[in-house]
């Protein structure tokens, strides 16, 4: 093999690790396991990983600024909660948008803590992550709200075009926090503060500002997620999304985006969401036990940390 191949293909897997570990893993599958390759295990696939990717693509951009919120859990499990009381009320179109101001909000309140207070990020959503459980808790009296509305429940079971709704929500999400990114001054400023806050400061990027911003984008991502997600299992309670803030920060991590902060990739995010949704389905399809996807989910994530090294050193800028 000559020098020029050999650099090009270690600078497509430094580059595209996470992708190009989901289609090995989708041979191994489609090799090895007679129904992963059904039309129903491949909706449910689609249809799962949306949650998480979901909340991954608001994640990324705060992670690229320099922060990360725990708190999305609750958070979560709040907007749905809110939803499943309003939509017989108001309607779906009101209720969907309530739950995403709502989302908002506390992504808000998470980021006016973190900049007024001066709080690490981890300390204050960790914390506020026991102050939305505990109000999810009071609020539903630790019971479960039954969602009967047919047009909500679409949200999560329907389809378009063969196409999971609830993964092509998570196509419009991608697309919009994409434009955000790549496409705004809000999106270099989000860049420029990751990399350096000092420089950015001096600069005079509105640092406060855009990290509250950043914060109420996770929000509004966790809050659309929290919808769908009621959608699909008809209720919602106040643990329905445990450990949601673990896979969401893990499928960003796993996608190529820094925990340091500064750089980062969507598509990465998008994928690594697809790749946890398939380790998950395939120890299912195998009838391993699901508490090991915890297992797997911590050691991917500490394989790829490792592997942080050699990202930097073949970095690009991601698309």
């Known amino acids: 093999m000559s020098d020029r191949v050999r650099s090009a293909l270690t600078t497509v897997i430094a580059r595209y690790t996470i992708e190009v570990v989901l289609v090995t893993l989708v041979i191994v599958l489609l090799l090895t396991s007679s129904d992963f390759g059904s039309s129903q295990?491949?909706?449910?696939?689609?249809?799962?990983?949306?949650?998480?990717?979901?909340?991954?693509?608001?994640?990324?951009?705060?992670?690229?600024?320099?922060?990360?919120?725990?708190?999305?859990?609750?958070?979560?499990?709040l907007c749905g909660i809110l939803a499943g009381h309003?939509?017989?009320?108001?309607?779906?179109?009101?209720?969907?948008?309530?739950?995403?101001?709502?989302?908002?909000?506390?992504?808000?309140?998470?980021?006016?803590?973190?900049?007024?207070?001066?709080?690490?990020?981890?300390?204050?959503?960790?914390?506020?992550?026991?102050?939305?459980?505990?109000?999810?808790?009071?609020?539903?009296?630790?019971?479960?709200?039954?969602?009967?509305?047919?047009?909500?429940?679409?949200?999560?079971?329907?389809?378009?075009?063969?196409i999971p709704t609830p993964f092509l929500f998570m196509i419009g999400t991608y697309a919009v926090c994409w434009y955000l990114l790549w496409r705004t001054r809000y999106g270099r400023q989000v860049r420029a503060l990751g990399s350096n806050e000092r420089a950015s400061r001096v600069a005079g990027i509105p640092i406060n500002r855009v990290k509250v911003a950043t914060f109420a984008l996770v929000g509004v991502c966790v809050g659309l997620a929290g919808v769908l997600l009621a959608a699909l299992v008809s209720s919602a309670d106040s643990t329905v999304a445990t450990g949601?803030?673990?896979?969401?920060?893990?499928?960003?991590?796993?996608?190529?985006?820094?925990?340091?902060?500064?750089?980062?990739?969507?598509?990465?995010?998008?994928?690594?969401?697809?790749?946890?949704?398939?380790?998950?389905?395939?120890?299912?399809?195998y009838g391993i036990g699901s508490y090991w996807q915890y297992v797997a989910t911590g050691l991917v994530l500490i394989t790829a940390l490792g592997v942080e090294g050699l990202r930097r050193r073949f970095w690009l800028q991601p698309a």
């Not at 696939?45 to 708190?71: C, E, H, N, P, Y």
């Not at 479960?144 to 949200?155: E, K, Q, R």
């Not at 985006?257 to 969401?273: D, E, H, I, P, W």
Request: no cysteine; charged share 5%.
């Open 244 to 285: 949601y803030e673990l896979n969401v920060i893990a499928a960003v991590v796993v996608g190529g985006t820094s925990l340091n902060g500064g750089r980062g990739t969507l598509v990465g995010s998008f994928t690594g969401a697809i790749f946890f949704t398939l380790v998950s389905n395939a120890l299912d399809l």
């Open 86 to 162: 309003l939509v017989g009320d108001v309607g779906l179109i009101l209720a969907i948008i309530a739950a995403l101001i709502f989302g908002g909000l506390l992504g808000t309140l998470n980021g006016v803590i973190v900049t007024r207070l001066r709080v690490p990020a981890f300390v204050a959503t960790l914390g506020m992550q026991y102050v939305y459980l505990a109000v999810a808790l009071a609020w539903t009296n630790g019971a479960v709200v039954v969602i009967t509305n047919t047009s909500f429940l679409a949200l999560g079971a329907g389809d378009a075009l063969g």
């Open 41 to 77: 295990n491949l909706d449910g696939v689609l249809r799962q990983s949306a949650f998480v990717g979901i909340g991954a693509a608001g994640m990324t951009l705060l992670i690229i600024s320099g922060a990360f919120d725990l708190s999305v859990a609750p958070m979560l499990a």
